[in-house]
């Protein structure tokens, strides 16, 4: 009888792309348009574009004096926040990588950025608990300083650019008015621990919240009530958060080494995690939904192809961009 060698097949899903330059680890990653280049943020002090069909750094190195936590880039695709230890948020331009502007008023490290949905206002915050929203337009000048009580670890405008959540290292959720400044949601007990990340959902209902206390947590972000029960499945700190485009899943990463999807209505977990070597940092979804990329402490940018994805999705991702966004707008995507 002859014998039969049993191999083992391995089944663990594996980047499509890795692409390393930078020397310390990575903070904050985000898509530009059109989803062929990234743009990556380190503790190196640096900001990098990449592009990811070819894996190479695309152009100049844009530079700060001090580590980079904040990373923020604007719907039409021009122009790069960014802003760390070195108190300076700056703007750059996307083609030519150059400085474009630098804007002070921020007394402590600035921990993390975002920008309205219409591209004409940035909201910065960080160490020293200040948020700071400025006009783009008009030369960064500060429309409101809003003090928020603690360490700001994330910063989202909502969909209709009315509202800015925020997330407090005390482990609260705060939701401020854009045009008054004034609070009008919160404070929100969210977690035991510090909140990492806050995002909308795409309709404004809800808000999601990534935290140190291993969770993922959904909020009406009318009431501030929780919607149903945590996410719980990671094994280390939850850094951050990614929306899918259509908003049905979220992307998690964690201390853990993993990043894992979950579905956004139900909370319920979605294939298997992807597996990293290290801390994973940053996740942000790629424009048309098929990509994830990630990166933390190994310093490496990592492309995943999202686990449930087919080429039919191709075909309906492009008809939710149709009704969301008709042929007399021009798409952000």
Avoid at 43 to 56: A, C, H, L, P, S
Avoid at 194 to 210: E, P, Y
């Amino acid at each position: 009888m002859s014998k039969t060698s049993k191999k083992s097949v391995d089944l663990t899903a594996k980047p499509v792309m890795t692409m390393s330059g930078h020397k310390e680890d990575i903070t904050k990653i985000a898509y530009l348009p059109g989803g062929k280049r990234i743009v990556t943020c380190s503790w190196d002090n640096t900001v990098r574009i990449w592009d990811v069909e070819n894996g190479e750094q695309e152009g100049t190195t844009m530079k700060h004096e001090g580590s980079v936590f904040g990373l923020a880039v604007t719907r039409d695709g021009r122009r790069i926040l960014s802003g760390g230890a070195d108190k300076q948020l700056r703007e750059w331009d996307v083609e030519t990588h150059e400085l474009i502007e630098e804007w002070e008023g921020h007394t402590g490290f600035i921990d993390c950025i975002a920008v309205s949905p219409d591209d004409r206002l940035a909201a910065s915050g960080g160490y020293n608990g200040e948020i700071l929203i400025r006009d783009i337009e008009e030369g960064g000048q500060i429309r409101h300083s809003i003090v928020a009580g603690d360490w700001v670890q994330s910063l989202c405008f909502s969909p209709n650019g009315e509202k800015l959540a925020c997330a407090l290292d005390n482990g609260s959720i705060q939701v401020y008015d854009v045009e008054s400044g004034e609070l009008v949601l919160g404070p929100i007990k969210a977690h035991e621990k510090i909140v990492n990340c806050v995002l909308w959902s795409l309709d404004g209902s809800r808000l999601f919240s990534a935290s140190h206390d291993r969770t993922i947590q959904c909020w009406n972000s009318d009431t501030g009530e929780a919607i149903g029960d945590s996410c719980k499945g990671h094994t280390g700190i939850v850094w951050s958060l990614s929306l899918s485009p259509d908003g049905t899943k979220l992307a998690s990463a964690s201390r853990d080494n993993t990043v894992r999807f979950w579905d956004a209505h139900s909370g319920d977990p979605v294939d298997q995690p992807l597996q990293h070597d290290d801390d994973v940092y940053a996740v942000t979804f790629s424009p048309s939904g098929e990509f994830v990329a990630s990166g933390g402490l190994d310093n490496k940018v990592s492309i995943w192809r999202v686990p449930w994805w087919d080429d039919s999705q191709k075909q309906a991702h492009k008809s939710f961009l149709d009704v969301r966004y008709p042929p007399s707008f021009v798409k952000p995507f």
